[in-house]
């Protein structure tokens, strides 16, 4: 494959999970040596051995999940590596001033005293941002920039980004969202199965188009929304409370009922309680009030087990560290949570045959690659991990579903796939509570929307009332009531 | 280093081997500045180890204590947790082995066996369960509580075999010898004996849990990550203490090797020193169950061949012996990644 990206300019890359877009930019950033071919930097041949070798030529590097050292101040945090003599309080004081003029120059304020772990993530990639500035960065490679930004932070970070090509450094956008692309980006490069499929003016082409040459063909048209036919109330919260351990109230009184065959969506800006919700409703937090499972009460003492065991699935917002288990197969991964219905388990042995072949089905269908059950969860990328745990708690079909941030990091043919399997289990009769900071997804989804903020419903929608601007006035807490 | 993992054929035997050959290098560059001629010691070690029935038997003997004293730390291992009381929990195990022995003159070994089995499984479990339930309950670190435990059984059995069931007028911490129908079956000329089927069966039982049931995916999953294990209502606590208690079992096993198939009673300090074997055992062998077969039987080959070592070479005292468990020990578990990344990159490319 081979593209050129021109100094200055805001260069996309987009493509499919798998399609090599992280394996190119961690050639670009040293990680993997290419077997054949140049790398050409400002028209001079360049070999880059190691991230060490990268930083020098001046490229920088934005990770998807941060690296950052959490119990360290920003500033700390920043000059991490470059302290350069003994005395820590000299290098401290020079790192400061070199760091405001940057944060001066290109508007990327951040408190330099402040604890990295106390932060947004919003901020935190201002961190990483300027951490790769300060080291001298031309190029800035951001992975997957915006999976864990509020529309308002997106906002922000395509601010800061503009800022920066202004000032001529030259930004390589790596994402799966192509209405980012469209909007933010100069020229854009589709990659398909390791190839360069597409690589055009942006303001020659169309989502539509980027889609198709994404996928390799013209993506479904989004089914026709068949009105709800909601059955009987399988889940019901009155009253949930939760309180963090700090003392902050996380939960603060919320009712919830979800009903058979039918989607209830929560919109929200991240951190007003929807995780908290879901935790809450799987059972994994302690939580004041009511909780009915087919209108029978969950006793407090073995909650999650209890309501596993009745038919609930979960999709877990946080699939690094809940979702799977790095060092276990994918197989292994696969049945987490599940392992020990009969399919997977006789007498306390597990049918360790079953699992396998059940999960090179599953491989088949959502497309994970590679499909090699066998092979260590950490090996797959973050959108065919996804795909292995909507999988998994989707077939069979749960009588109630929590899904959590479903389609997060995942590319639009999985999307199509994970959406229509929702819309099939809602159609089947499954209760199911969305919850993504993707309103998109809420609008395309849901038979109710409700929206959240502080830790309490503040708002809900029918299907047919929703828009985007009312929803998203009440997510800012601007209006208030129902519509 | 994404990707496949390397082929288990590298894993478990080719990287190994390197460490060991590391290990060995070092050892003879030791003994040659001692003036031991390197190449003809470690023949004579391995002689001494191998050459001979009697040689594999005292092998063998040792090797059956690694064997359960690697369990005892494997097992809690896969929860996440390092027991390091192995040393304690065989001393309680041997302990109630002689109460019953003693109690059952005249009874055939068979008989008695599944009685003093029974009860070594369950003194060693015993004793790890209070640092388990403080581990879980109290979040006190087990690491601590296990080398304090140690201390106690220590003391304990010191206690026990000086004061209360010291056979009458000798001058030994030991008790008196069990009536002669309770030995176990053992080979003729070393000490080894039934008791090593049984530390192979435990083994396998111990694989057959980690590996094969629905509790042992619970156990690793709760080792790996406590978040999904949550997530996935797994009872992590629960688990752990019962896999600590597992490896405490494992531990008083050890007491039925020395007392009902080697000593014929219970001596003082009978265990030692094989419980802290144990961690390099596990380390070694990877917390699986073949590989504490492979590296229990490896560390009786040192113990057994450095024992012969000392005798044809005065110089190499004791001491040295142990300097070359202890290099065993750092090529094969400290630094265990040394060969790793070459052979992997070596693999890679071919």
Known sequence: MSFAARAGSIHGVVGENGAGKSTLMSILYGYYQPDRGTILLEDEPVRIGDSAQAIKLGIGMVHQHFVLVEDFTVLQNIMLGLEGGFRLAPALAAARRRLAALEAAYGLAVDLDAVVGTLPVGLRQRVEILKALYRGARILILDEPTAVLTPAETEQLFAILRRLQAEGKTIFLITHKLREIMEVTDRVTVLRRGSVAADLATSATSEAELAEFMIGRKPAARAAATPARPGPVRLAATGLVVVDRSGIRRLDGVDLTLRAGEITGIAGVAGNGQSELLAALAGLVPAEGSLRRDGREVPHSGRARALRRSGLAHIPEDRQRMGLIAGFAAWESAILGHQREPRYARRGFLRIGCAVAETLARMAEYEIRPRDPRLRSAAFSGGNQQKLIAARETAPAPEVLLAGQPTRGVDIGAIELIHARLRALRDGGTAILLVSSELDEILALSDRILVMAGGRITGSFEREGASERGIGLMMAGLAAGSA | ?350
């Not at chain 2, 478990?12 to 290098?25: D, E, H, M, S």
């Not at chain 2, 049984?198 to 694989?207: D, E, G, H, N, T």
Request: hydrophobic fraction near 60%; charge should be neutral.
């Open chain 2, 1 to 350: 280093m994404t990707g496949r993992a390397l082929p288990p054929f590298l894993d478990y035997a080719v990287i190994p081997l390197l460490n060991l050959l590391a290990a060995l290098i070092v050892s003879g560059l030791i003994l040659a500045a001692i003036g031991v001629p390197p190449g003809t010691a470690l023949a004579s070690m391995a002689e001494g180890a191998f050459g001979s029935a009697d040689g594999i038997g005292y092998t063998l003997y040792y090797a059956t204590n690694f064997i359960f004293a690697g369990l005892a730390v494997a097992l809690p291992a896969r929860a996440g947790l390092f027991n390091i009381g192995g040393e304690g929990q065989a001393m309680i195990g041997g302990l109630l082995v002689a109460l019953v022995c003693l109690g059952l003159p005249g009874w055939p070994w068979w008989a008695a066996l599944p009685l003093a089995a029974a009860a070594a499984l369950f003194g060693g479990a015993a004793w790890a369960l209070i640092p388990a339930l403080l581990q879980v309950r109290r979040g006190s670190h087990i690491v601590i509580t296990t080398i304090l435990f140690n201390f106690l059984a220590s003391k304990f059995s010191t206690w026990m075999l000086v004061d209360v069931v010291r056979a009458p007028g000798d001058p030994s911490p030991e008790t008196a010898g069990f009536d002669p129908s309770l030995a176990l079956p053992a080979a003729a000329g070393s000490p080894v004996n039934l008791s090593l089927l049984l530390a192979l069966a435990a083994a396998f039982l111990a694989w057959l849990l980690v590996h094969r049931t629905v509790w042992g995916y619970e156990l690793r999953a709760a080792g790996q990550s406590p978040e999904a294990a949550h997530y996935a209502a797994i009872p992590a606590g629960t688990l752990a203490v019962v896999a600590i208690c597992l490896g405490g079992a494992c531990a008083g096993m050890i007491g039925v090797n020395e007392a009902m198939g080697v000593e014929h009673r219970l001596v003082l300090g009978f265990t030692a020193g094989a419980g802290f074997v144990g961690v390099a055992v596990a380390l070694m062998g990877r917390n699986h169950a073949f590989g504490i077969v492979l590296a229990a039987i490896l560390f009786g080959a040192l113990y057994q061949g450095g024992a012969e070592l000392s005798f044809d070479y005065p110089q190499a005292t004791r001491d040295i012996v142990v300097v070359m468990d202890g290099l065993v020990i750092l090529f094969c578990g400290a630094l265990e990644q040394l060969w790793r990344r070459p052979v992997a990159a070596l693999w890679l490319r071919s």
